[in-house]
């Protein structure tokens, strides 16, 4: 009798210290779901660093341009899974917004075409959601094509004298297809390319109330294209909690249109290319 209570007293020893380290050691933690699929369930907040490049098509010239870093943040929420019965496995859904906020410098030129070099007081705010679904490859490799919908904004507050305010603003809609490998169990990396339409753009010119009145206040942009390619990853750290970062280049035209509501409507806005190089580095939490 004494020896099978002693040996039950052992068993339920070795059973609390085992469970006690797998509670504290992150490194015994395993999840039970395939890496990738793990880190497409995440809520996430990142610091942002974007360099913005801005360049107005003038003929003949001087044109604007605008360049410098803005920092940010940006917060992701992603899912995949089974979540519906008669939907396809894998289902993917993510939203992720961003924002950012700088000085940045300004090279263009006064109404009389004298040089004028300034400073933009820029501030962008950008907002995408993706629909797509997960194809998996191979134990370690996945497919998800997407379709992607979302809006973004720019403030241009250009400070001094001869300062001004406009906002540029413009609805965004296509596809999208991501390339994710996992590494290790913990770390897993992506490739992502992006195209999108710029539908429903427009400007709103801030100035005096009688330049206003005079050339009016609002323009509207034709459709165009913005291109985005990005990489990723994201690495397990500690249970559900996941470090990720990421680089990507994003290139878009504002097709520029002639600016309305005023009394003799003698302005326009350019055509114009902008060009964003952004980094990000973050906390997500896996669920």
């Known amino acids: 009798m004494k020896k099978k209570v002693f040996t039950a007293t052992l068993l339920a020893t070795a059973g609390a210290v085992f469970c006690a380290s797998q509670a504290l050691a992150g490194d015994v933690y395993q999840s039970p779901q395939n890496p990738i699929v793990a880190a497409n369930n995440e809520v996430g907040l990142a610091a942002v660093g974007t360099l913005m490049n801005y ?5 003949p010239g001087p044109s604007d341009i605008e360049s410098g870093w803005m920092p940010g943040f940006s917060v992701k929420y992603s899912l995949m899974g089974d979540y519906f019965k008669s939907m396809p496995s894998n289902l993917y859904f993510a939203v992720n917004y961003q924002f ?6 300004y090279q263009g030129a006064l ?7 300034g400073t933009d007081s820029a501030t962008t705010n950008r907002v995408l959601a993706r629909l797509g679904k997960g194809f998996t490859l191979n ?24 300062g001004y305010t406009e906002d540029y603003h413009s609805s965004l809609v296509g596809a999208g ?10 770390l897993v990396s992506g490739v992502n390319i992006e195209g999108l339409a710029m539908i429903g753009g427009g400007i709103k010119v801030h100035e005096s109330p009688i330049m206003e009145e005079l050339l009016g206040t609002t323009a509207n942009f034709g459709t165009s294209g913005q291109e ?20 990507s280049y994003t290139h878009f035209n504002y097709t520029g249109g002639d600016i309305v509501g005023g009394l003799i409507n003698a302005s ?10 952004n980094m990000e580095a973050g906390l997500a939490y896996q669920f």
Request: hydrophobic share 30%; glycine share 8%; charged share 15%.
């Open 111 to 117: 109404q009389d075409g004298q040089p004028y070099d």
């Open 55 to 59: 360049q107005e098509h003038i003929t």
């Open 100 to 105: 950012n906020s700088g000085n940045i410098s």
């Open 139 to 162: 134990s370690t490799m996945m497919l998800t094509p997407y379709i992607a919908g979302g809006y973004q904004d720019w403030n241009r507050q250009l400070l001094g004298p001869h």
């Open 228 to 247: 985005k390619i990005s990489a990723d990853i994201d690495y397990r750290v500690y249970q559900n909690w996941h470090l990720y970062g990421g680089l």
């Open 268 to 277: 326009s806005e350019p055509l114009s290319s902008t060009n964003l190089f």
């Open 177 to 186: 297809l991501m390339f994710q490998y996992a590494i290790t169990p913990r």
